[in-house]
């Protein structure tokens, strides 16, 4: 049965950064697109970043571009969040998910997506 472990999430001032950690169980990453999404009290859930290997560019969404990096580390089977220059507005629930194999496009819509975490919660305030 394959599972998704969220971790790193917290609380930081705004300016602040944090690292999310996703470790796969009964999975084999590097094969299909995975991704990080958020979703914040009465919003909907929205896609934040997404990597399937490294010789493809990572895909981010536009309110995180140039402040957050995916990476992965095969080695671990784990993907990670590096989030700097955090504001209150990054607030949410953060999750992380495998897409159904064979997605290309759209590795940003929650909609490909067939495996997700528990989810980790970041709060970002003075």
């Known amino acids: 049965q394959v599972r998704l472990v969220e971790s790193g999430g917290g609380s930081v001032q705004p300016g602040g950064s944090l690292r999310l950690a996703c470790t796969a169980f009964?999975?084999?990453?590097?094969?299909?697109?995975m991704a990080w999404f958020r979703q914040a009290p009465g919003k909907e859930r929205e896609g934040v970043a997404s990597i399937i290997r490294d010789d493809v560019s990572p895909v981010y969404g536009a309110s995180v571009k140039g402040r957050f990096t995916v990476s992965q580390d095969n080695a671990k089977n784990t993907l990670f969040l590096q989030m700097n220059s955090l504001k209150p507005e990054d607030s949410a629930m953060y999750y992380c998910a495998i897409a159904r194999a064979g997605t290309w496009y759209d590795s940003l819509s929650p909609a490909s997506y067939v495996v997700w975490g528990q989810g980790t919660q970041v709060t970002v305030s003075s």
């Open positions: 009964g999975y084999t990453i590097g094969n299909d697109y």
